[in-house]
T-cell receptor, first 114, second 110 residues
Framework: KAGVTQTPRYLIKTRGQQVTLSCSPISGHRSVSWYQQTPGQGLQFLFEYFSETQRNKGNFPGRFSGRQFSNSRSEMNVSTLELGDSALYLC?????????????FGPGTRLTVL | AQSVTQLDSQVPVFEEAPVELRCNYSSSVSVYLFWYVQYPNQGLQLLLKYLSGSTLVKGINGFEAEFNKSQTSFHLRKPSVHISDTAEYFCAVSANNLFFGTGTRLTVIP
């Protein structure tokens, strides 16, 4: 089985722009979660989608949004980029989601905001 | 509320020596605990998990961890480390989503 894939792997944007990141989960997985990783804040949960519905949401401003398509692929959008949004964005998929379901992580998209 | 504390931000250890990476958690709900490893420029890979049952959990690459409910700990151990174990290690507690500790950078010295 192919693993979780994320595109693009690297991205450079300027303040005020918006960005869309993509995640393709492992085949058959219906839950996709997004995490932000920064040196200062560590790994923080953004949101989880399951069967095209947002099921859980972390404590991030409304500039961060996401969606999931019928094939379980997910996109994350950040509008009006700020310097502090520079981070590694990780996507993880699991078969059902939930607290004891193992999550499989992609390699991440490294976003740099100038 | 859930939280995870990794007590050591950096742990240097000589090759073939044993290592313990410490993790303490707090959780107001059922406890599901995980250890993940992150190699440079890569995502996270699951090392092991505790869901229930035996408190000693064995994982990949020779790692094991012990769940201690009274001390709310889930320390990761390996009896003999290799150069290839150099990486960042994250402890996490699960409650619908994962709450991660701040990570421990393990450096194996030749």
């Amino acid at each position: 089985k192919a693993g979780v894939t994320q595109t693009p792997r690297y991205l450079i944007k300027t303040r005020g722009q918006q960005v869309t990141l993509s995640c393709s989960p492992i085949s058959g997985h219906r839950s996709v979660s997004w995490y932000q990783q920064t040196p200062g804040q560590g790994l923080q949960f953004l949101f989880e989608y399951f069967s095209e519905t947002q099921r859980n949401k972390g404590n991030f401003p409304g500039r961060f949004s996401g969606r999931q398509f019928s094939n379980s692929r997910s996109e994350m959008n950040v509008s009006t980029l700020e310097l502090g949004d520079s981070a590694l964005y990780l996507c993880a998929s699991s078969s059902r989601g939930g607290e004891y379901n193992e999550q499989f992580f992609g390699p991440g998209t490294r976003l740099t905001v100038l | 509320a859930q939280s995870v504390t990794q007590l050591d931000s950096q742990v240097p250890v000589f090759e073939e020596a044993p290592v313990e990476l410490r993790c303490n958690y707090s959780s107001s709900v059922s406890v599901y605990l995980f250890w993940y490893v992150q190699y440079p420029n890569q995502g996270l890979q699951l090392l092991l998990k505790y869901l229930s049952g035996s408190t000693l959990v064995k994982g990949i690459n020779g790692f094991e961890a012990e769940f201690n409910k009274s001390q709310t700990s889930f320390h990761l151990r390996k009896p003999s480390v290799h150069i290839s174990d150099t990486a960042e290690y994250f402890c996490a507690v699960s409650a619908n989503n994962l709450f991660f500790g701040t990570g421990t950078r393990l450096t194996v010295i030749p």
